[in-house]
Structure formats: C-alpha cells, structure tokens
C-alpha cells in the first residue's frame, strides 16, 4: 500500500537517522536512494559516515536526478534527500527559472511515486532563517520551499526534526 512520509528539519537536526531509523522499522532491507553529488573531500566524508552508520541492512541506489527509473514497488525506500536531488537540477545553470524547474521536479517525482511503494523523503527546511543577500540562493530557497510544500501536501505523514526530537505535523 503506497504510503508517503517528509521528514524536514533544519542542518544537523537529525532527519537522517530518524529515516534511517524509521525504515528499518518498517522493513528488514529498506532502499536507500543517494541523491547526493560529490563536489569536494569534506562532502566526501559526510557521505561515507552516512554509509558506515547504515551498514549492510540497505540496498543502496544513488541516482542525482532520474528516481522515476528506479523500480521500489513493494518496497520500503529512503530518499536522502531531496535538498540535494533539487540542487543537481540546477547546478549546471548560472541562471534557471524557478517554475519551470518546479514543474520538472514535481513531474519527475509524480512518475517515481506512482509506485505501489513507502516513500520516505529527507528534505531540509532551509527558508526558516533570513533573506540571502545572494539572489542564486534566495531564488533556490523559493524552489526548495515549493517543492518541501508539495511534498508534504501529498504526504500522509510528515514530521519536523528539532534538535534531534521528531513533532508530528500531519
């Protein structure tokens, strides 16, 4: 039974090991979906501390961009995340249009949750502080902040991490 669940939070909150947590709960062998592009050595190590935490108990996928081709019917899967799954959409474009990325990110993970499967998004809720002077960031905070909002308004469940305690939204 298709099942979705957001799990947002600000940096270092917790959200990861909430997921991780909760899909193991669900499943014996969950799906960890890797969104994540490796651009320097500190991001690196973050990635390889996040797969020693996770062990063998995880079939891995890492996919930047194209979830819908990845087949998870029946299955228990985390995507982490998808802060960094919006930014591969934009990364190579100095100057992209926010609807139009939207539309793109909205179609492409309709496609991929279309599947008889439980979702569990990692997304950070990175509009909470103040106005970026930068106006690359503020137009990607409009993105991430529209995209958090649809995913949540076709979530069954969703959850904000504050200081490693999870709050039930919906």
């Given at each position: 039974?298709?099942?979705?669940?957001?799990?947002?939070?600000?940096?270092?909150?917790?959200?990861?090991?909430?997921?991780?947590?909760?899909?193991?709960?669900?499943?014996?062998?969950?799906?960890?979906?890797?969104?994540?592009?490796?651009?320097?050595?500190?991001?690196?190590?973050?990635?390889?501390?996040?797969?020693?935490?996770?062990?063998?108990?995880?079939?891995?996928?890492?996919?930047?961009?194209?979830?819908?081709?990845?087949?998870?019917?029946?299955?228990?899967?985390?995507?982490?995340?998808?802060?960094?799954?919006?930014?591969?959409?934009?990364?190579?474009?100095?100057?992209?249009?926010v609807d139009e990325t939207l539309k793109t990110l909205k179609d492409e993970l309709s496609l991929f949750t279309s599947q008889d499967a439980t979702f569990i998004f990692v997304t950070n809720e990175i509009g909470m502080g103040g106005v970026s002077i930068n106006p690359l960031q503020r137009k990607f905070?409009?993105?991430?902040?529209?995209?958090?909002?649809?995913?949540?308004?076709?979530?069954?469940?969703?959850?904000?991490?504050?200081?490693?305690?999870?709050?039930?939204?919906?």
């Amino acid at each position: 039974m298709k099942r979705i669940i957001l799990i947002t939070g600000g940096q270092r909150s917790g959200k990861s090991t909430y997921a991780e947590k909760m899909a193991l709960k669900l499943s014996s062998k969950p799906m960890y979906i890797a969104t994540a592009h490796i651009w320097d050595e500190e991001f690196q190590e973050r990635v390889l501390r996040h797969k020693e935490r996770r062990k063998d108990a995880w079939t891995l996928v890492e996919e930047e961009k194209n979830l819908s081709k990845i087949q998870v019917s029946r299955k228990v899967v985390l995507i982490d995340c998808l802060t960094l799954w919006a930014t591969n959409f934009i990364s190579e474009k100095e100057n992209f249009n926010v609807d139009e990325t939207l539309k793109t990110l909205k179609d492409e993970l309709s496609l991929f949750t279309s599947q008889d499967a439980t979702f569990i998004f990692v997304t950070n809720e990175i509009g909470m502080g103040g106005v970026s002077i930068n106006p690359l960031q503020r137009k990607f905070t409009d993105l991430l902040g529209w995209l958090n909002q649809w995913v949540a308004s076709i979530s069954d469940e969703v959850i904000l991490m504050v200081s490693g305690i999870p709050v039930k939204i919906k």
